[in-house]
């Protein structure tokens, strides 16, 4: 069974400048989530998706970032203008439902100069 | 409001010794609670977790740990660790009672296994 896909896996940019990650969950999988790993902290949930419908995103920074899903399975994270605090890795995991087990993909590190 | 804390950064052990990784977490409501591995430069993996039931919980690769709730503590034991445990390792508790996946997360501790 393939895993949580993620891309680009590694990204550079200039503050100011934007940029997107995609993922795409396990088959099957109703929710989806976006964590901000910085260095040297835990992951933090930054949007959950249960199929195209956002269930929490009370800690995106919805000045910055936006978040969608819209046919219920892949998903886009975009950042636009990124500052440097931005720098992180952005994890995608996805469960079967809302309480379920959470597998991630191996994350797309963000470097902002 | 829920809150995790890892109270040790990083663990140095060496091989075959028998290593604990330490987790308080605070919680008004009744609470899941997870360790989860992330080796490096990939994404995290389900240790064990603690949803009910018995206090004692095994998970994979001869990990357990134990739910304290008078301690409110949740911390991660290896009667004899491997090289190949070398990562970093996270406690999570769910935001609310229900969820696996809307987790909060500690700042991590570092094992590091010497030979």
């Known amino acids: 069974e393939a895993g949580v896909a993620q891309s680009p896996r590694y990204k550079i940019i200039e503050k100011r400048q934007s940029v997107a990650f995609w993922c795409n969950p396990i088959?099957?999988?109703?929710?989806l989530y976006w964590y901000q790993q910085i260095l040297g902290q835990g992951p933090k949930l930054l949007i959950q998706?249960?199929?195209?419908?956002?269930?929490?995103d009370s800690q995106l920074p919805k000045d910055r970032f936006s978040a969608e899903r819209l046919k219920g399975v892949d998903s886009t994270l975009k950042i636009q203008p990124a500052k440097l605090e931005d720098s992180a890795v952005y994890l995608c995991?996805?469960?079967?439902?809302?309480?379920?087990?959470?597998?991630f993909g191996e994350g797309s590190r963000l470097t902002v100069l | 409001a829920q809150s995790v804390t890892q109270l040790d950064s990083q663990v140095p052990v060496f091989e075959e010794a028998p290593v604990e990784l330490r987790c308080n977490y605070s919680?008004?409501?009744?609470?899941?609670l997870f360790w989860y591995v992330q080796y490096p430069n990939q994404g995290l993996q389900l240790l064990l977790k603690?949803?009910?039931?018995?206090?004692l919980v095994k998970g994979i690769n001869g990990f357990e740990a134990e739910f304290n709730k008078s301690q409110t503590s949740f911390h991660l034991r290896k009667p004899s660790v491997h090289i190949s445990d070398t990562a970093e390792y996270f406690c999570?508790?769910?935001?609310?009672?229900?969820?696996?996946?809307?987790?909060?997360f500690g700042k991590g501790t570092k094992l590091s296994v010497k030979p």
């Open positions: 995991a996805s469960s079967l439902g809302l309480n379920g087990e959470l597998f």
């Open positions: 603690y949803l009910s039931g018995s206090t």
């Open positions: 919680s008004s409501v009744s609470v899941y």
């Open positions: 088959s099957g999988h109703a929710t």
């Open positions: 998706f249960q199929n195209n419908g956002v269930v929490d």
């Open positions: 999570a508790v769910s935001k609310d009672g229900g969820s696996q996946g809307n987790l909060i």
